[in-house]
């Protein structure tokens, strides 16, 4: 009991001094620790971290890119048509609000389908002649080369 009242004084006596030592072991040879830097501020560790995010962002972008280049592009071309179909759709409002150009538009449509009708659709000769012209355009589109039938 005694032995060990006395380690604890020991250890206690060292350690008002702020340093705690074990008895019998000497000190004055061991590596000493620079004294701890200032710890940092809340503030000084966001700026620090922002920093270090902004000079990695051209990097993370790149990579990011590269990696999903098919699907962005694709997003994009998405959303392109959305907005173009949007853009029509409001010119063609705004032109049909105009009080004599909607009924014309009507008319010209209804003549054109009643001739395209006509021309096209009524004889067997015609609807050939019609599904060539197609398959030509579609060919011409693609870029693969056909004989013409029509020359």
Known sequence: METEQQQ???INATSSQGMLALEGVET?????LPPAAEPESQWQQVS???AHFLEQLPEYLGKFFNDYKQPLTTLSLILAAIITLKVVLAILDAINDIPILSPT???IG???ATWFTFRYLIKASTRQELS?????LKNEIVGEEISNPLS
């Open 28 to 32: 004055t040879n061991l590596p000493k």
């Open 8 to 10: 604890l004084e020991s």
């Open 105 to 107: 538009f009507e008319l």
């Open 132 to 136: 060539i012209k197609i398959q030509l």
């Open 48 to 50: 620090r971290q922002t």
């Open 110 to 112: 209804i003549g054109y």
